[in-house]
């Protein structure tokens, strides 16, 4: 499964764009997000993601979950959301 990385500074509606061509492609993305920031942008992104999949019959899900990650040596716990085609 693809994994897009979504900082505090990403443009959600850059992001909602790749998360929709990786569904339509594969089916299945997952959104990481480090930081209440991070996480505020990957949620705007999905909602976009999924006003622009819905036309074409695509009803786009996420499922929340922890991941842990490492940064620079540092380990750091990261929001997982996997979307994917109901």
Known sequence: ?????VSSHSTPN??????????REQK????QAVGA????Q????I????????PIGIDLICIPAF???????EER???KLICEQR
């Open 42 to 45: 990957a949620i705007k992104a």
């Open 37 to 40: 920031g991070a996480s505020n």
């Open 67 to 73: 991941a842990n990650i490492t940064i620079d040596g």
């Open 47 to 54: 909602a976009i993601a999924r006003g622009y999949l819905a």
């Open 77 to 79: 716990t990261a929001i």
């Open 14 to 23: 850059s992001v909602a764009g790749a998360i929709a061509g990786v569904i």
């Open 1 to 5: 499964m693809e994994v897009l990385k």
């Open 28 to 31: 299945a993305v997952e959104v």
